[in-house]
Nanobody, 113 residues
């Protein structure tokens, strides 16, 4: 069983920054897809950023968020800059290994003045 442990969420003012991290309990490789999703109350979960064979971002976060990974540490990061109120959501780490999906427990990100 794979476990994903997330950290880095919190409360930040608009324009501020946060860095989320997600560490897997197994070794990850470049072909393993790791990504970040988010879900606000009453809304569907949406893809924020993904890293694997390709790197992609949701249009709403392009230029502000950066996904990176350290395979040696089995960790993926999400650097979030210029945060907006609409970025408020629970952020979930996702890992795909051999076509199987694993999810983190979620970390709350709240952007408010």
């Amino acid at each position: 069983q794979v476990q994903l442990v997330e950290s880095g969420g919190g409360l930040v003012q608009p324009g501020g920054s946060l860095r989320l991290s997600c560490t897997a309990s197994i070794t990850i490789f470049s072909m393993d897809v790791m990504g970040w999703y988010r879900q606000a109350p009453g809304k569907e979960r949406e893809l924020v950023a993904v890293s694997g064979a390709t790197t992609a971002y949701a249009d709403s976060v392009k230029g502000r968020f950066t996904i990176s990974r350290d395979n040696a540490k089995n960790t993926v990061y999400l650097q979030m800059n210029s945060l907006k109120v609409e970025d408020t959501a629970v952020y979930y780490c996702n890992l795909i290994v051999r076509a199987r999906n694993f999810w983190g427990q979620g970390t709350q990100v709240t952007v408010s003045s």
